[in-house]
């Protein structure tokens, strides 16, 4: 149980740190340019939905949907808390700054990436037939056949 909640921490840890290094990029190499923040943004979405789609991946092979599922909700519930609430302090802004709307959408945006990169993972986990519920069947239908069917005397 120990290590799943250290892989747990692990992930929120690893989503956190990549908004914090795209809020430092932001602050220090683009203050004023809002396309070149919004171009940094957008690539910080795309790189948490490609950690969640490897993620997916991984522990959707050996764990049930439900087991793995969880996981990174509650992953991904403490990285966008950390998210919305302390990255904006690490670099000297006020999470309620931008006003209610710029709060929401941060919540939103980062959902609808989190969402869509582990969708991307378990959609391709289980086209290529590697998921654990897939290998599951595939083990069934293999000792089944191996088995000689019994001939019934009457």
Do not use: C
Request: aromatic fraction near 10%; hydrophobic fraction near 60%; proline fraction near 2%.
């Amino acid at each position: 149980m120990r290590e799943r909640w250290r892989a747990v921490g692990v992930l929120a840890a690893a989503l956190f740190t990549v908004n914090v290094v795209a809020r430092l990029v932001i602050k220090f190499g683009f203050a004023g340019d809002d396309t070149a923040a919004d171009r940094v943004s957008l690539v910080m979405f795309v790189v948490i939905g490609l950690i969640l789609a490897a993620m997916a991946f991984r522990w959707g092979r050996d764990r049930s949907v439900g087991r793995w599922a969880g996981d990174l909700a509650a992953a991904v519930g403490v990285a966008l808390a950390l998210t919305v609430f302390v990255a904006p302090l690490l670099v000297g802004e006020n999470p309620f700054g931008g006003g209610a709307g710029l709060f929401f959408a941060q919540i939103w945006l980062y959902l609808a990436a989190a969402g869509a990169g582990v969708l991307v993972g378990y959609l391709i986990l289980t086209a290529l037939g590697l998921d654990h519920r897939s290998r599951q069947l595939k083990r069934y239908a293999q000792l089944k056949a191996a088995k000689p069917r019994k001939v019934v005397r009457r």
